[in-house]
Protein backbone atom coordinates (compact mmCIF):
# COMPACT_ATOMS: atom_id res chain seq x y z
CA UNK A 1 0.00 0.00 0.00
CA UNK A 2 2.76 2.49 1.20
CA UNK A 3 4.66 2.22 -2.12
CA UNK A 4 1.16 2.49 -4.08
CA UNK A 5 0.92 5.79 -2.01
CA UNK A 6 4.03 6.68 -2.97
CA UNK A 7 4.02 5.89 -6.65
CA UNK A 8 0.39 8.04 -6.53
CA UNK A 9 1.87 10.96 -4.79
CA UNK A 10 4.77 11.19 -7.08
CA UNK A 11 2.77 10.80 -10.30
CA UNK A 12 0.62 14.29 -9.14
CA UNK A 13 4.06 16.33 -8.45
CA UNK A 14 5.68 15.21 -11.00
CA UNK A 15 3.15 16.25 -13.74
CA UNK A 16 3.14 20.00 -12.29
CA UNK A 17 5.09 21.99 -14.73
CA UNK A 18 9.39 21.84 -14.09
CA UNK A 19 8.60 19.90 -11.35
CA UNK A 20 11.66 17.99 -9.45
CA UNK A 21 12.17 15.03 -7.18
CA UNK A 22 15.05 15.74 -4.97
CA UNK A 23 16.18 13.55 -1.42
CA UNK A 24 16.11 15.22 1.50
CA UNK A 25 16.71 14.61 4.79
CA UNK A 26 16.19 10.87 3.42
CA UNK A 27 12.85 11.49 2.10
CA UNK A 28 11.68 12.66 -1.17
CA UNK A 29 11.05 16.17 -1.74
CA UNK A 30 9.43 17.80 -4.47
CA UNK A 31 10.60 21.01 -5.74
CA UNK A 32 9.82 24.07 -8.62
CA UNK A 33 12.85 26.53 -9.23
CA UNK A 34 14.54 24.63 -6.14
CA UNK A 35 11.89 25.45 -3.51
CA UNK A 36 9.98 23.01 -1.66
CA UNK A 37 6.19 22.35 -2.13
CA UNK A 38 5.62 18.83 -1.05
CA UNK A 39 7.73 16.24 0.65
CA UNK A 40 6.86 12.92 1.54
CA UNK A 41 7.20 12.39 5.15
CA UNK A 42 6.89 8.75 7.52
CA UNK A 43 8.89 9.69 10.64
CA UNK A 44 5.65 8.88 12.53
CA UNK A 45 5.36 5.75 11.74
CA UNK A 46 2.92 6.77 8.80
CA UNK A 47 2.84 7.75 5.34
CA UNK A 48 1.98 11.34 4.84
CA UNK A 49 2.60 14.96 2.24
CA UNK A 50 3.55 17.83 3.41
CA UNK A 51 2.55 20.89 1.31
CA UNK A 52 2.37 24.56 1.75
CA UNK A 53 -1.17 25.96 2.33
CA UNK A 54 -2.65 29.42 3.59
CA UNK A 55 -3.93 29.82 7.62
CA UNK A 56 -6.84 30.06 6.21
CA UNK A 57 -6.90 26.99 4.09
CA UNK A 58 -4.69 24.76 6.67
CA UNK A 59 -7.27 25.85 9.60
CA UNK A 60 -10.46 24.73 7.77
CA UNK A 61 -8.62 21.48 6.69
CA UNK A 62 -7.89 20.90 9.91
CA UNK A 63 -11.71 21.08 11.53
CA UNK A 64 -13.08 19.63 8.50
CA UNK A 65 -10.57 16.40 8.66
CA UNK A 66 -8.52 16.21 11.65
CA UNK A 67 -7.81 12.37 11.41
CA UNK A 68 -6.73 12.89 8.00
CA UNK A 69 -4.84 16.56 8.50
CA UNK A 70 -2.02 18.07 11.44
CA UNK A 71 0.14 20.24 11.40
CA UNK A 72 3.75 19.22 10.76
CA UNK A 73 6.41 19.85 13.22
CA UNK A 74 8.91 22.30 11.90
CA UNK A 75 7.50 24.27 8.82
CA UNK A 76 3.60 24.04 10.39
CA UNK A 77 4.15 27.51 12.00
CA UNK A 78 5.08 28.36 8.66
CA UNK A 79 1.60 27.52 7.16
CA UNK A 80 2.48 24.04 6.01
CA UNK A 81 -0.34 21.40 6.21
CA UNK A 82 0.09 17.35 6.65
CA UNK A 83 -1.83 15.25 5.09
CA UNK A 84 -2.30 11.81 5.67
CA UNK A 85 -2.06 9.41 2.89
CA UNK A 86 -1.47 5.77 4.18
CA UNK A 87 -5.25 5.04 4.40
CA UNK A 88 -6.72 5.47 1.15
CA UNK A 89 -6.84 8.65 0.98
CA UNK A 90 -9.15 10.50 -1.56
CA UNK A 91 -6.27 10.98 -3.90
CA UNK A 92 -8.35 14.21 -5.97
CA UNK A 93 -7.49 15.96 -2.46
CA UNK A 94 -4.76 15.20 -2.15
CA UNK A 95 -3.76 16.50 -5.88
CA UNK A 96 -5.55 19.74 -4.95
CA UNK A 97 -3.65 19.88 -1.79
CA UNK A 98 -0.44 19.48 -3.85
CA UNK A 99 -1.54 21.79 -6.32
CA UNK A 100 -2.33 24.22 -4.15
CA UNK A 101 1.11 24.06 -2.49
CA UNK A 102 2.74 24.21 -6.10
CA UNK A 103 0.88 27.58 -7.02
CA UNK A 104 2.04 29.53 -3.09
CA UNK A 105 5.75 27.98 -4.09
CA UNK A 106 6.56 28.18 -7.95
CA UNK A 107 7.22 31.48 -9.74
CA UNK A 108 4.19 33.66 -11.10
CA UNK A 109 4.40 32.48 -14.14
CA UNK A 110 4.26 28.30 -13.86
CA UNK A 111 1.59 28.40 -11.06
CA UNK A 112 -0.41 30.60 -13.78
CA UNK A 113 -0.07 27.27 -15.60
CA UNK A 114 -2.15 25.10 -12.69
CA UNK A 115 -6.01 25.06 -13.64
Known sequence: ????????????????PRAIEKETWGDPTYRVSNKIFAMEKRGDGRLSVWCKSTFDTRDMLLLSAPHQFFIPPYVGSKGWIGMRIDNDPDWREVES???????????????????
Do not use: G
Not at 1 to 16: E, F, H, N
Open 1 to 16: MAKTATKRLRDICLRL
Open 97 to 115: VVKQSYRLIAPKKLARQIE
